[in-house]
């Protein structure tokens, strides 16, 4: 099996890695470091949240639609995955299913006044 710079290393180092690419806006980097993370550990909710931030940074909507779904169909209050929801499927023009998941959003931030 050969190993790329991309997968080399513990899952420690690949973290550091894909958070130096996500820091330097290189988004396809850490995507690529991230998915292979996301694919080792599939339980762990911060890898699947970076990996879909930088899939919604590099205008890969649909794949950062899906990593956001997976966190909030397990974890239904985690607020910052419903409110990146809501805003991908903004940017995807679907602004009538981005709403409840903006409104539960501000609900769990505690901003009633967007509801």
């Given at each position: 099996m050969e190993t790329t710079y991309y997968?080399?290393?513990?899952?420690?180092?690949?973290?550091?890695?894909?958070?130096m690419f996500f820091d330097a806006k290189d988004y396809a980097a850490a995507a690529r470091v991230l998915d292979g993370l996301v694919e080792e550990e599939p339980e762990q909710t911060a890898p699947r949240l970076l990996l879909a931030r930088a899939y919604y940074h590099s205008a890969q909507l649909r794949r950062a639609e899906a990593e956001l779904r997976v966190v909030v169909e397990r974890d239904p209050v985690e607020h910052y995955a419903r409110l990146m929801l809501?805003?991908?499927?903004?940017?995807q023009g679907r602004q009538e299913e981005a709403e409840p998941h903006l409104r539960i959003a501000s609900a769990l931030a505690g901003d009633f006044d967007q509801i």
């Open positions: 997968d080399h290393g513990t899952q420690a180092e690949r973290w550091e890695r894909a958070r809501g805003r991908t499927l903004q940017r």
